[in-house]
């Protein structure tokens, strides 16, 4: 076919000419032995673009783990491919893309691969969840399929004992993480498409169940309770905190004294910590100003504004709150996202705007298309907001109300 210009022998004393730190030596027919100083040595095709004519290249391997004769080989195929019109270049990303399909072909390699893609884009607890739901109720039965045996009726099979159970909540789960698996599976190439589509219509739609709140008028309860309860001081505060703010329980337990300032009376939550992964800047009113007061103590050794009780270098547990509520005696009556609900509902009937309300809530507009225009905090009306929704709570606090009865 060709006379070569490279031996085995010569491969191995190649080096840089005068005081090059890399030179290529041409083997013939586009395949070039790229020598270097530092560095691995390797293989590369050196080519011009079908449609374009532009020269590009190809790095083959590294040598010695490519040998001559190897480079040869994989030489020759490239210019078939150059003979028949194809770039050498798409077409090995075609063949790599095949030989992945091939490999990832069930379904617990899929959702290996889906993982992959979806790891710095969701929160790890989200993951995590994810994983737990998936590896007790769909791979078990699924995990070893390959997905183009995956049809509607093999998954409606899995889900059939859930929903004798009633679990239909997380039928409706479960089904969507495996739609999006076999849609992943749709583009890496492994199948052409799935029916799973309308999995769900098999199965009842599972009952919304609202987190429970409080009505208004029961405010003033709540806050004598909580304050007659032997709640330890520092959930106490953090219910406190979280009542006023508005803010998650996630959002209050992770709080830190570095993004509050107290001079501007601002609490800057940086955005990992929030839901929707945006900073949200939370006013601070002279009552939310007491709480942290109280817990300036607790600044000298940690870093959280609420610490935790076993180990200082990290904050109390979000479920707190919930947990301390439940003993009190409003279990299945409110929860601390009810409290959430709770400030919501009171300011709409105090006639506050709403946009003004969700912007205190940290709420995205569902819209897409209008969220991205309406970015507006609305920073001063919240502080309005913020003020009198605290004073509200303050004039219904044990207190107030003793003062009211004298």
Not at 144 to 151: A, L, R
Not at 174 to 182: D, E, F, G, P, R
Not at 234 to 260: C, G, N, P
Request: with cysteine; aromatic share 8%.
């Amino acid at each position: 076919m060709y006379k070569s210009k490279l031996t085995s022998t010569q491969l191995r004393h190649l080096k840089p000419l005068g005081n090059k730190q890399s030179q290529r030596f041409n083997d013939g027919q586009g395949l070039y032995f790229h020598s270097k100083l530092q560095g691995a040595d390797a293989w590369e095709f050196r080519y011009k673009k079908p449609l374009h004519g532009q020269d590009t290249y190809i790095v083959i391997g590294k040598y010695p783990g490519v040998s001559l004769q190897e480079a040869r080989k994989v030489r020759d195929t490239y210019l078939d491919f150059l003979n028949k019109g194809l770039d050498p270049g798409i077409e090995r990303e075609r063949l790599r893309l095949e030989r992945e399909a091939e490999r990832v072909n069930t379904l617990g390699l899929v959702f290996e691969s889906w993982l992959e893609t979806k790891s710095g884009q969701l929160k790890p607890k989200t993951l995590h969840d994810i994983k737990r739901k998936l590896e007790l109720h769909v791979l078990p039965k699924l995990g070893n399929m390959k997905v183009e045996s995956i049809t509607a009726p093999v998954a409606i099979g899995v889900f059939k004992p859930l929903a004798s159970k009633g679990k239909l909540e997380t039928i409706s789960r479960c089904s969507q993480l495996l739609k999006a698996l076999m849609t992943h599976a749709v583009n890496l190439g492994i199948i052409d498409g799935h029916n799973l589509h309308g999995i769900n219509d098999v199965f009842q739609k599972p009952r919304v169940c609202h987190v429970p709140a409080l009505d208004i008028e029961e405010l003033p309860e709540l806050l004598r309770e909580v304050a007659m309860s032997t709640m330890r001081p520092l959930t106490k505060s953090l219910f406190e905190l979280q009542l006023h703010t508005m803010v998650r329980s996630s959002e209050a337990a992770t709080a830190r004294w570095e993004d509050i300032d107290l001079q501007s009376q601002v609490w800057a939550i940086p955005k990992a910590n929030m839901k929707n992964g945006r900073l949200h800047k939370v006013p601070l009113t002279d009552q939310v100003l007491a709480i942290l007061e109280r817990q300036r103590p607790y600044a000298v050794w940690s870093e959280y504004v609420f610490p935790s009780g076993v180990n200082r270098k990290t904050h109390v547990h979000p479920e707190s709150v919930n947990r301390a509520l439940g003993r009190i005696g409003f279990k299945n009556r409110t929860t601390a996202h009810g409290l959430r609900s709770l400030a919501s509902t009171t300011l709409h009937e105090h006639g506050f705007d709403t946009h003004v309300i969700e912007a205190a809530l940290s709420h995205c507009d569902k819209n897409q298309v209008r969220a991205a225009y309406n970015r507006a905090s609305f920073f001063n009306e919240r502080e309005k907001l913020m003020t009198w929704w605290s004073d509200y709570i303050s004039r219904n606090s044990l207190v107030h109300l003793s003062d009211r009865n004298m």
